[in-house]
C-alpha cells in the first residue's frame, strides 16, 4: 500500500491494503517510475496487477492495484473497466516478451506484443478504442498525436526483414507483421516501446548503443501503421474468433448509503458484487451517483433501445434498478425487487437525471447481490 493506502479504480477508492494470499518470495517490480509487477495465482485464477510497487523496509507498498481472471479476456469491459496497471487497464504480463520464449529457437513470438508510444504519437481526442477500456488520466490535455490506446499497430506483410542484422530485432519486427503490438500505455521521451520480462535477456544494444539497430528501430517506426479493419481474427489457438462488444454494463462498485438498515454491505471487487454479513433485519444500501454506469467511450446507452438486466445474487439477496425522470416519477423506469435470475427488460429513454441502484440482504445468511446489464440483439 501507499503512504495513505492503495487505489483501487474498480472500486473507485482507496483502500488501507489489498491481502494477496499467495505472494512469491521472488516477486521483482520493474525498473523505472512505473514499478509494475503482476502477481499470478493460479490457485485462485487471478492475475493480481500492481503499479508503483516497491519493498520497503519489508513491507510491500504500491500506489494502484487491479485484477484480472485468468481464464477472462485480458481486457476490461465497460463494468469491470479497469483490469491491470497499465494506462489501458490492462496486466503488465499481457503482451510481454517472457524469458521461455526468447531461447525456443523460433523466428517470432507467436502472440501480440505490448507496445507503449510517447506523447506525440498517442491521441488526444479519441483516448482510447476497444479493446481498452481506459487511457492515461491526462491522455486528452497532453497527448498531441493520433493513435489512441488499445490500437493494434503492425508492419505491412511486405516490410522487408531480410537486412535486420540483430536476430533479436528480426523476431520482433516478423512478429509485429504477423501478430503485431497492442498500444497499452504512455512512455516518456521514445517514440515506441515494446515491453519484455525481468531477465528475459532480450537487450538490443548489448554493449552500448547500436547504431545499426537504432536505424532499424526508427525504420520500424515509419513503417508501423495502426490496424483499422480486418476481414477475420483468429484467437490464441489459432481458431477463428469474433470480438463480442456487447459487455456487462453495470458495476456495483457505489459508494453506497444506507436506506434503511444499520449496516451497508461492502463491494468486493474479487467478485463484483456487494456482500453482506448474516443479519436478522433488512439492508436496503442505493447508490444513486451513476458510478455503476459504464463510461467507456466505446460502449455508450443508446436511446431507443432494448436493454436486460439480470440479477446475480445469493443467500436471499435482491437487487432493484431505476432511471429516474426528472419530473415525472410515473416515468421512472424501475425494475422493481429482482431475485435471483430474474430479469428485466426496458428501453433506454431519450433523457433521464440520474439512476438509482439498490442492493438488498437476505436476512439471517451471508448474501450477496450483483446484476448485469447488456443490450439486447
Not at 517490480?29 to 485464477?45: K, T
Not at 431505476?322 to 431475485?339: E, F, P, R, Y
Not at 435471483?340 to 445468511?365: D, E, K, R
Amino acid at each position: 500500500m501507499g503512504a495513505s493506502g492503495v487505489w483501487n479504480p474498480d472500486a473507485q477508492q482507496t483502500q488501507p491494503s489489498v491481502t494477496v494470499l499467495r505472494w512469491p518470495s521472488a516477486a521483482l517490480p520493474a525498473g523505472g517510475s512505473d514499478g509494475h509487477c503482476d502477481i499470478v495465482d493460479p490457485v485462485a485464477g487471478v492475475i493480481h496487477s500492481f503499479w508503483q510497487l516497491k519493498n520497503d523496509a519489508g513491507v510491500w507498498r504500491a500506489r494502484q492495484y487491479a485484477w484480472t481472471s485468468l481464464k477472462g479476456r485480458g481486457w476490461g469491459d465497460p463494468a469491470h473497466y479497469f483490469q491491470g496497471a497499465r494506462a489501458a487497464a490492462v496486466p503488465t504480463s499481457g503482451g510481454l516478451i517472457r524469458s521461455h520464449e526468447v531461447g525456443d529457437g523460433d523466428i517470432l513470438f507467436r502472440h501480440a506484443l505490448a507496445m507503449s508510444l510517447t506523447y506525440n504519437g498517442l491521441s488526444a481526442t479519441t483516448t482510447h478504442v476497444f479493446p481498452a477500456t481506459s487511457a492515461d488520466t491526462t491522455a486528452a490535455t497532453t497527448n498531441t498525436g493520433s493513435v489512441p490506446e488499445g490500437a493494434l499497430m503492425m508492419l505491412p506483410p511486405t516490410y522487408d526483414t531480410s537486412t535486420i542484422a540483430s536476430p533479436k530485432l528480426r523476431r520482433v519486427a516478423e512478429t509485429l507483421k504477423r501478430y503485431g503490438a497492442y498500444v497499452v500505455d504512455r512512455n516518456y521521451g521514445t517514440p515506441f516501446v515494446i515491453y519484455a520480462e525481468i531477465g528475459a535477456d532480450f537487450d538490443l544494444h548489448e554493449g552500448g548503443w547500436n547504431n545499426a539497430v537504432g536505424l532499424e528501430l526508427e525504420r520500424i517506426r515509419q513503417a508501423l501503421r495502426m490496424v483499422g479493419s480486418a476481414s477475420s481474427w483468429v484467437d490464441g489457438d489459432g481458431r477463428p474468433t469474433t470480438f463480442n462488444k456487447n459487455l456487462n454494463m453495470l458495476s456495483m462498485r457505489g459508494p453506497w448509503r444506507l436506506q434503511t438498515g444499520a449496516v451497508l454491505g461492502v463491494f468486493n471487487t474479487l467478485k463484483q458484487a456487494v456482500e453482506f454479513p448474516a443479519l436478522p433485519t433488512k439492508v436496503v444500501q442505493v447508490n444513486n451517483n451513476g458510478t455503476g454506469l459504464s463510461k467507456v467511450s466505446w460502449a455508450p446507452f443508446q436511446a431507443g433501445m432494448t436493454y436486460k438486466i439480470t440479477a446475480k445474487t445469493t443467500g436471499g439477496g435482491q437487487f432493484r434498478f431505476v432511471l429516474n425522470h426528472c419530473t415525472d416519477k410515473a416515468q421512472n423506469i424501475d425494475s422493481g425487487v429482482m431475485d435471483n435470475a430474474a430479469t428485466f427488460q426496458f428501453v433506454w429513454p431519450a433523457s433521464y437525471c440520474y439512476s438509482s441502484v439498490h442492493a438488498i440482504n437476505g436476512l439471517n445468511q451471508a448474501s450477496t447481490v450483483s446484476a448485469s446489464l447488456v443490450k439486447m440483439p
